[in-house]
């Protein structure tokens, strides 16, 4: 069978770090358990940043401060819908910080599988089934004080 392209995405993800933990998505189907980021895909007209605002307060119930840019991850993902088909997805992974008095909790529009939003050691991430398996060495190389990569929707 032809393995054509679908469509090309771009989507955001928000990398939060306090206190040496990550928030991070906790989703679970017939493939089992698995983390994620927050984020998802951006919509038509959306800046990055607008889409990130959006998707974090549908999945993990609150506005975040978004810092910076932090890094870019391109990938083929296969369809869950249409079989041979894939994705052309660029991640764009920002820097975000949530308000001090943050209690991790669903948002009303969680993503597919999602069951909960948790505080997780960073430590740990090595030993996690995670839906961004380079996240743990991108976390390692990133500079998180860069702030004039990204300069928003002109």
Known sequence: MEN??????????????NKDKILLLRKEDHRGIRYALPGGAQDIGESLEQALQRECFEEINTNVDVINLISIVEAHKASSRVEGKRWHQIDFLFNCSVPEDYIPKNGLRPDNGQVAVEWLPVNQLTILTLSLKILPDILNKADFSVSNVYHGMR
């Open 4 to 17: 054509k392209i679908l469509k090309n995405r771009n989507a955001v993800r928000a990398v939060i770090i």
